[in-house]
C-alpha cells in the first residue's frame, strides 16, 4: 500500500532552489574582502560552486503547475534555512584553519550566524583570515533579512516571527496592506534594514574616526552586520568591549531599533509616529529592558568586587541587558565575572526578546503581553464569571484562539528548554565536564532562544567549543528549530502534513 | 410649508397630526387601507403607492414641496425616497435610520443619498436615555458637531455650589466654555469675573465629558457620579449606543447580554464597560451580582414582555431608578403606571425629533434659547469665510456683533477655543449668538 504525499514539495525544493542560486551574490562580498587583504579566495568560491550546482539541481525538480501554498511554504522555510546553513559552513572547512574546520563546528558557526544567535565555537580569533571573519558577519546580516523576510512580508501568513500576532495587534493590522502589492511592502521593509545598515556604517566609522582608531571601516561595516540584525558576532574577541565608551554607547541605538518592529518604524518614519509611540508592545519592550538594566546597575554597584566607576558601571549594564532583551549577543565586558544576582537577571532577560515584525528572536515581549493580560483578565473572571473581557493590546481586542496559541508556544519553548537543558548536563557528564546547573540552563536558553553568549565557558569571552561535540550537534538542531519559532519545523513531523 | 411625509406607520402619523393643523400635510404609504384609513383620522392628503418612485412623488407634488420626511420602518426605502425627492426639487430631504453606518456615512460625506437631515432612531432614543440619566438637571441639551459636542442650560439653584461663584471659579473645565448667561430675562455675555447668582440660567458647549463633570458641579445631587452604578440590560442596537455615550462621558456602565457572541462583540467594542454574558431574568445572578445595589438599570432588550419583567424585578430587588425602553407606543403609560420611572418609545423620540427640527429651522444645526433671545448654532467654515485665517481675538475686535464660540471641531476632534486660536476653513464652529445678529454671522462665515 502506498501512501499519496498531498505536499508539492517540488515547489518547496524549487523556491529552496532560486534562494540557493542567489546565495553567490552574497558570498562575493568575502571574496572582495579575500582579494582586497590577498587571501584566498578559495573558500569562498567552493561556497559558490556548491551553492550553484544545488541550487541548479534543486531548480529543476520545480514544477510549475504546483502552487506555493502554506504547506510547501512551511516545507521551503525550513529547508531553506538548513540548506544555507549547510553551504555557509563550506568556507570554514574550506579554510581549514581553528576549530571550525570540523564539519560540526563549521555547521554550529554557520547556524549560529544564520539564525542571528551569535553563540561561536571559535576559540582563538587571530588564526582566521580576515575575509573568513568577514563571512560570519554577512551571514548573520542574511539571517537579519531572512527573518524580516518571513514576519513581515512575503511569507507572513505563516505566522513565523510573531507575523500572525502583529494582526492582532490594532496598530499594525494591515501589516499586509502598507502597500496594495506584497512585493512592493517588502521592498520597504527591506529598504529600511538596509538603511539602517548603513547608518550604522556611517555611525560607527565616524566615531572611530574620531575616538578609536581599532574601529576602522572593516570593523564598522561588521559590526552594523551584525547589530541591526539584533545578531552578534564580532571578529574581536572582546566582542565591542574592545571599543571606546562612546562606540559601545553608539550600538545600543542600534540593537534597540532592529528588535524594534518594522512595520511600526516604517509608519514613524512616514509622519505617523505615534502608532510606534503609542503601542503597547513597545512600552512592555523597553520597560522590561529598562528596568531589568536599573536593577542590574545596582546590583553592580552594591557589588564590592567590581569597581567599574559611575560611567562604566551604567553603561555594563546598559548595553548587556539590551544586548540580550534584543537577543543580539554582544558583550561590552566578561558579565561571566559578576556576582550570581546579576548574571540570574541576564539570564532572565534571555527570555523576553524584542518586538514582533523585527529581527529579533527569543519569546518576543508581545506573546508575554498577551499572556500577562490574560492572566490577568482570568482573576478578574474567577470573581465575576459572567464577565466577558476580551484581552486588549493597544486598545484592540486580541483573538481568543490567538492567546490559545501563546500559551501552547510558551508551554513548548520552556518544555523544549528544560529538555536541551538536561541533555546538556547529561551530555556534559557523559564526557566527563563540569557544568554548572546554571551554566546549563544559560547554554540551553541561549541557542534555542538565539541569542548568543551564555556563562561560565560559554560565557562572551569564552567558546561552545568546550561542550562536547554531541551537544553542539543537538544545539545546532534547535537553533535551527528555534530561529523559525519551532511549528514549521515540527509539522514536518506529523503525518498529516504529508498525507491528509 | 408644503410637507410630504412617505411611510404612515406610527412615527409618519405622528408628525402628520403634529403638522397638520399649520402646514399642507401629504401622506404617502404603500398600504392603501392605511393610507385610506389616515385620511378621515387627519385632515391631510393621502396617496397609496410606493413613494419611492417618480411617479408617486410627483402624484405628491414633491417637486414644489418645501420639505419630504421619509420615515417608513426600512432604512433604504426612506433613503431611496430622499434620492428620488432631490432629483424632481429641492425640497428639504429628512431621512429616519435605524442603522448607525448610514448615519455615519452620512456625516462623513455631507449630502450622501440626498439626505439633508438624518435621524437615527436608536442612537437618538440612546441620546435620550443618557441625557435622562445624566443630566436631569439640565433644563436643554443639545448635540453638536455629530456628537463631539454639547450645549447644555443649567437653572442655578440657591443651594448649588456654583451659585456665587465667578464664571471662572466656575469653568474648572479644560474643554468647557461659558457662552451665555440669562439673569432675569437679559442675556450676559460671560467674562471671567462675571459672578453667577442663583436664578441664573447659565449655558455652556463643551465636550459631553466636561459637560457631565460641570453638571455634577452645578446639581450634585441629582446628577449622577462616576461612582454611580449603571447596570444596562440588552445588547440591542440601543444598549449599546447608551454604553457608548455613557464611556464618553466618563461613566463605567455594566451590560448585561444573553447571548455569547454578540456579548463578545459588545465587550470588544466597549473598553470602558463591564460586559457579562448572562440571563438578566435570573435573579441569582442579578444579586450575586449586586444588581439590586445599583442606582441605575436600563433595560434595552429586544420585546416589551422582556423588558416589563426585568424592569419590574429591578424594582422589587430595590434599585433607586429604572428607565425601560418600550416598544409599542401603548404601553408607555402602563410601564409608568406599574413603577417603572421613566419609560421611552423610539419611535415616540423620532417623532418629536423631526418635529421639533420642522418647527427650529431647516437650514442649519440650531438650538434656540430662552424665547428666542439667542441662538446657539453650527456653521461650517468655507474657503471663502470671512473667519477663517483669523484669530478668535481678532474675530471679537472687528465686529460689534455679540456671539461667543464655545467650541471648534477640526477633523473630527475637538479644539477648545482660545484668544490666539486660528481658524481654518473646514472647521465646525459652535457658538451661541444674538437671535438678531444670526442673519450677520451666517453671512460671514
New interface residues.
Partial sequence: MTTRIRVGWRASVGLTGDVLTALPVPLSFPLLVALYYGESPLPFIAAIAVSLALGVAFRSVKDPEVDLGPREAFLAVAMIWLLVAVVGAIPFVAAGVGTVAHPVNAMFESMSGLTTTGATVLVDFSLHSRSVMMWRQVIQWLGGLGILILATAVLSELGVGGAQLMETESQTQDVNKLTPKISRTAQLIWGIYFGLTGLAVVVYFLLGLAVDPRMDLYNAVAHAFTSVATAGFSPEPLSVGAFHPLIQWAVVPFMVIGSTSFILIYFAINGEPMRLLRNEEFHFYLGAMGTLASVVALGLFLDPSISFGAEATVRHAVFNVASIVTTTGYASTDYVLWAPAAKHMLFMAMFIGGMVGSTTCSIKSLRWLVALKSFRRNLYTAI?P?????V?IT?K?VDEGAIRDIYAYLLLSIVIFFLLTVVIVVDAERADLRVTEFEALGAAATTFLNIGPAFGEAGPYGTFASFPMSTRAVMIVLMWIGRIEIIPVLVLFTKAFWTS | MHVVIVGAGEVGTSIAASLAPDHEVVVVDVDPDRAEQLKYELDVLTIAGDGTTAGIQTAADVGDADMVIACTDDDRTNLVTCGTAKTLGDAFTIARVKSTEYLRTWEDTRGAFGVDFMVCTDLLTAQNIVRVIGLPAAIDVDPFASGLVQMAEFEISAESPVAGQTVSEADRFESLTFVGIFRNGEMIIPRGDTDIGAGDRAVVIGSPESVQSFANDVAPETTPDRADEIVIVGGSEIGYQTARLLEERDFTPRLIERDPGRARTLAEDLPNTVVMEHDATDTEFLSREHVDEADIVVTALGSDEQNLLVSVLAKRLGVDRVIAVVDSPDYVTVFEEIGIDIAINPRTVTAEEITRFTYESIAENIAVLENDQAEVLELELTEGSRFAGRSIAELVEETDVRFVIGAITRDHALVTPRGDTVLEPGDHVVLLVDSDSVSEIASMA
Fill in positions: 465575576h459572567e464577565a466577558v473581557r476580551p486588549r486598545g481586542p
